[in-house]
């Protein structure tokens, strides 16, 4: 009986609401009002964020970053890097650990201290948040009226390395639709993802750059 009881714990706690907000979208976002918005996970990572920065200064395109905020504290120069090129900056937990395994404190605890150090290191306080995942537990529903809870329309499954660049670049093309919110991931440390996967997705990203005429957008604009 105690193993049927964690079982509905668990359920009521972790799945029900995940899935109850994604179906009905309550209380989040899933597309912009018009353009496309280019997302990106689990950074700043010191070798490809940098890469990433570069390419899209190069081609004139603001974007949404949800960042890990121990890697934040422990990279700081590529923060305020985001801030001065005009992207935006949001919450992706201190950890980037799953809801599905936090109690109440501790969800609150990974989102409050991460906002502490991007607010520190920028001077704008994140209104912006994506759950690693997309995994959300009830306490969340509590939460929303603080930050802004950010999906997507289409993730690419990108740090999988053995996607490739000219089947990532197809699912790019293929994902691009007015409203569309597109998760990227500019760190390959994350557990599950390939170390190297972030190269492949630069690759296919530039190319996307240079043959679709897309209006791209970051949140703060849309």
């Given amino acids: 009986m105690t193993y049927i009881w964690l079982i509905v714990t668990f359920f009521i ?17 899933k597309r912009v009002k018009r353009g496309v918005a280019l997302t990106f996970d689990d950074g700043p990572d010191p070798m490809y964020t940098p890469q990433l920065l570069d390419l899209l200064k190069k081609y004139n395109v603001k974007a949404t970053f949800f960042v890990v905020g121990w890697k ?3 990279y700081p120069h590529l923060i305020k890097r985001m801030k001065e090129e005009g992207h935006t ?11 599905w395994l936090l109690p109440p404190f501790f969800t609150q605890w990974e989102l409050e201290r991460s906002a502490r150090i991007i607010e520190q290191i920028t001077g704008v306080p994140p209104v912006y948040y994506r759950p690693p995942w997309g995994h959300i537990n009830i306490w969340m ?11 997507w329309t289409y993730i ?8 490739g660049v000219d089947r990532l670049y197809e699912r790019l093309r293929n994902s691009i639709e007015d409203g569309a919110i597109i998760v990227l991931h500019d760190s390959g440390s994350t557990f ?25 957008v970051n949140l703060n604009e849309e």
């Fill in 89 to 99: 900056i949001g919450l992706h937990h201190y950890y980037h650990t799953s809801n």
């Fill in 141 to 151: 529903l509590f939460m929303q009226k603080k930050y802004k809870i950010v999906m």
């Fill in 13 to 29: 706690y972790s799945i029900l609401p995940t899935s109850f907000i994604r179906i009905f979208s309550f209380r989040i976002q």
């Fill in 156 to 163: 690419l499954g990108d740090w999988n390395a053995t996607l």
């Fill in 72 to 74: 934040a504290k422990k």
């Fill in 192 to 216: 599950g993802a390939d170390e190297h996967a972030p190269a492949n997705m630069l690759q296919a990203l530039e190319r996307l750059f240079q043959h679709v005429n897309v209006k791209w």
